[in-house]
């Protein structure tokens, strides 16, 4: 096998109360990536089509990953790595880890699996850390491994996998602005007060058992941010209006997908889903600002090789 081609998946951090660990992966939104073996050793990313990013591999999160994978395997060849970008960086919806996750997937399958899951997440949060400046796996995961996620630790990569009940779908919204993960994490807070904390620990610990069950009611009581959201919420023009719109629509929850500016929510079935999203649309119809919505089931299977 010479050469692959992967789609990589959007996903959503966060998921309102897990700040940094919980994720869930999308289906109908995502990157393509073309990933080929060449004889001149090197990575060289020869084509960035969609939107305009550096193609140095020390500045392309793709490339980074790339890097990351290679330096350690040290194969005897180069790569050649094509990008497709359909997710726009600073949207929200786990742009930057779709091509460090997409790329580390796609070597791996092309050089024969040598490493796990969990190791081609250590390759891709490198990758990560280009566009936020730390290093975390909160998209990255969800994209890897499909459905929900819960990241254990970093150091080292620990993932859980949680179980994603079978009528929960996902609406986002994603008004037409950037707000770069730097800028977003640029405004938390670096302490809280402990009530704060044990309320948002309560919410993810309740948040898992209700997936793990398949509990919509206790799914709707968890998807609550005591911590981070009242303050990127700011960042995000109507965020209020459009919550208030969608939990009267009927949505389970709704919170800032990732570092925003785009807004999630989870919902019992897709009748119901499709209420949220018009809903939601009829807030910034009023707006004057640019948006795309999007309903999605939960990707159960994370990124997906098109053809080899």
């Known amino acids: 096998m010479k050469e692959i081609r992967i789609f990589a998946p959007a996903t959503v951090a966060n998921v309102a109360c897990g700040f940094d660990v919980l994720g869930f992966c999308l289906d109908s939104v995502g990157d393509e990536m073309v990933v080929r073996q060449v ?26 990953a790339a890097q990351a994978f290679i330096n350690d395997f040290d194969p005897d060849l180069g790569i050649e790595i094509e990008i497709y970008k359909n997710i726009k ?16 997937v796609a070597l791996n399958e092309l050089l024969g699996k040598p ?28 994209a890897i491994y499909g459905g929900f996620t819960l990241v254990k630790s970093c150091k080292p990569v620990k993932i859980l996998e949680i179980p ?13 602005i950037e707000i770069k993960t730097a800028d977003s994490r640029a405004v938390l ?10 309320e948002q620990w309560a919410n993810v610990g309740s948040l898992i058992h209700a997936l793990h069950t398949s509990d919509y009611g206790l799914i709707k009581e968890s998807l609550h941010d005591v911590v981070i959201e009242t303050h990127r919420s700011k960042l995000i023009p109507h965020y209020d209006a459009v919550k208030k719109a969608a939990l009267k629509a009927g949505a389970l929850g709704c919170s800032i ?11 019992k079935g897709k009748a119901t889903a499709l209420h949220v999203e018009h809903a939601m649309r009829n807030v910034y119809k009023k707006t004057g600002i640019e948006f795309e919505t999007y309903i999605s089931p939960i990707n159960q299977n994370g990124i997906k090789v098109l053809n080899m």
């Open 115 to 142: 490493y796990n899951k969990e190791q081609l997440t250590a390759f891709a949060m490198k990758g990560e850390a280009v566009a936020s400046n730390c290093e975390h796996a909160d998209n990255i995961a969800p």
């Open 164 to 176: 994603t009940p079978s009528n929960l779908f996902a609406v986002i919204i994603h008004p037409q």
């Open 257 to 267: 997908s990732g570092s925003g500016p785009s807004i999630f929510t989870l919902n």
């Open 89 to 104: 960086p600073g949207s929200g919806v786990g742009s930057s880890a779709a091509s460090a996750a997409g790329v580390v």
């Open 39 to 64: 004889a001149k050793k090197g990575i060289v990313i020869t084509k960035s089509i969609g939107y305009d990013l550096p193609t140095e591999i020390e500045n392309n999160v793709a490339g980074v």
């Open 189 to 198: 807070p670096q302490e809280i007060p402990l009530s704060q904390a044990i």
